[in-house]
């Protein structure tokens, strides 16, 4: 039997039943928050602060510091970036400090804050993140931020993008109940994944607020290849 | 939109996210305990008394009722049966009330205790299951019990099954994301179930136990047409 396992957590809510001290932990928010972070980094930002609540990220603005926030898909009044990808393309962000609160995204960042190594994934960093991660020869945990703790078919439809490109590349690799599921999802939705994703929730929450060009990013690959990993509070560019 | 949701929750610990005061909630252990209940109540069982606790099941047992516990997948000592389907079968369980310990199944219900109405599924009540819920009319979530709280192939598979039965014979219903990705893993190992679930976890928890008869059991639908309510601490009979 292989080695190392990959398996997927469905909500930050669920994580302490699959925490462990050896696992890397992929953080994944894929409208948004983790496609923004990569392009941020993308972008030149040098490190992000990613907060739990508002309130902190105000402290930071507050000092002098770019800051985003975002609640319920929509940028908060205040604060330089909501958690558009776009917010985040530009000189701008160069060579910056970013505090960022997120609805779904930096919660899921901070319940993972403990495990052995957190990186960040997304459509947009695919590849480089599967190949850095098979490097680092470690066991694998996908865990989905969801929709305020529910399951959500994007994170999940790209949680079975990376079980399928690991297990394509690496031999090394076991897969649990949940990858082993979204594995199989993401053979159906692979091949249209906008389509696909139509009949979710996410279709119905960002409904009256016009996401079509930012989900139309989100979901296309390697446009960020960069690997954002945590450490301490500040999450940085790891090295490739 | 449909005026009725049904949705699904991959584990008991996540309960709390998905709560509400108006869906009925279905208890799903396929391997095996939602399966040997249908199995006690098909062979006239008049009451089971669910217990989250060993030691709530021997109070039971010394107080001269029927007792059944398992822990791991192993009946344990001192009790009248474990899991099994097999132990329900036959006139020894008629008209009697017995209380259940498991590992995964009675936690499910522990945990939905207050939920406006609790009922067991399995592929052994399937059809009459869906009939029963439609007819209700009202928002159904389907709590998967997984293995020690974590997301599982065999329960998952059973919740996709029941989504597209329910959906095929009413309108009434949308879909929240955890049925829609579990109805395509349906499409996807309903052909063939045993063979779909091979490769997932269950295969390697039950590996030394010699469990292929109650599992190739389990997979039979219909074969227990009932549908087990739970009304204060007992499960009963629902009428069809």
Not at 16 to 38: G, K, L, N, Q, W
Not at 104 to 127: C, H, M, P, W
Not at 188 to 210: D, V, W
Request: aromatic share 10%.
């Amino acid at each position: 039997m292989p080695r190392l396992k990959i398996d997927a957590c469905f909500s930050p809510y669920l994580y302490p039943v699959y925490a462990d001290t050896e696992s890397i932990v992929v953080v994944i928010d894929v409208f948004r928050a983790t496609s923004a972070i990569c392009v941020a980094f993308h972008y030149g930002a040098e490190k992000i602060i990613p907060v739990a609540t508002v309130e902190e990220a105000l402290q930071y603005k507050k000092q002098g510091m770019l800051a985003g926030a975002e609640r319920d898909a929509i940028k908060l009044e205040g604060f330089d970036f909501g958690n558009s990808p776009y917010d985040y393309m530009g000189n701008h962000v160069k060579d910056k400090t970013i505090a960022l609160t997120t609805t779904n995204g930096t919660q899921a960042i901070e319940a993972a804050r403990n495990a052995y190594k957190v990186v960040i994934g997304s459509f947009l960093n695919i590849d480089v993140l599967c190949d850095w991660l098979i490097k680092q020869n470690c066991s694998i945990l996908l865990l989905c931020s969801g929709w305020k703790n529910k399951f959500n078919m994007e994170d999940s439809l790209f949680a079975g993008a990376v079980t399928q490109q690991i297990i394509d590349k690496s031999a090394d690799y076991r897969l649990g109940d949940g990858c082993l599921a979204l594995k199989y999802l993401y053979q159906i939705g692979k091949e249209r994944p906008t389509k696909f994703l139509n009949y979710s929730s996410h279709k119905e929450r960002f409904a009256k607020l016009n996401l079509k060009k930012d989900i139309r990013y989100c979901l296309m690959p390697n446009s960020a290849p960069v690997v954002p990993i945590l450490e301490g509070k500040f999450l940085v560019k790891a090295a490739l």
